[in-house]
C-alpha cells in the first residue's frame, strides 16, 4: 500500500520563478557619477562592475543591471526612478522579461 507522503510529494511540481532582466538607459543628462552611485546604492555592485555597466550605458545606450523575480525587478526600477527625481534627473530604468 502507498503511503500518502509519497503520493503527495509526487504530484507537486515546483516552477523556478519567470526571470526579468532591469535595464539602465542612457540620456544626455544624467551623470556618469550619478549613474554609478545608482549601481552601487541600489544594484549593490562593486566600484568596478558600476564603472563597466556605466559605460556600456553611456555607449551602447543601455545595459543590464541585474536579472530578479519580477517583484525584486519593479522595485528596483521604482527605486531608481525615485532617486532619479529626487536629484534632479531622468534616468530611466526598465525591466523585460529574461528569456
Not at 39 to 58: C, D, G, N, P, Y
Not at 85 to 96: D, S, Y
Request: net charge negative.
Amino acid at each position: 500500500m502507498p503511503r500518502i507522503e509519497e503520493e503527495i510529494e509526487n504530484e507537486i511540481e515546483l516552477k523556478e520563478p519567470e526571470l526579468y532582466r532591469v535595464i539602465l538607459h542612457n540620456d544626455d543628462y544624467t551623470t556618469m557619477e550619478f549613474v554609478i552611485d545608482v549601481l552601487q546604492t541600489i544594484f549593490h555592485k562593486s566600484s568596478r562592475e558600476a564603472e563597466e555597466i556605466m559605460w556600456t550605458v553611456h555607449e551602447k545606450g543601455q545595459a543590464v543591471c541585474g536579472i530578479y523575480t519580477y517583484e525584486i525587478a519593479e522595485t528596483k526600477v521604482q527605486q531608481v526612478k525615485l532617486k532619479a527625481r529626487q536629484n534632479g534627473f531622468p534616468l530611466l530604468a526598465t525591466l523585460e522579461a529574461d528569456e
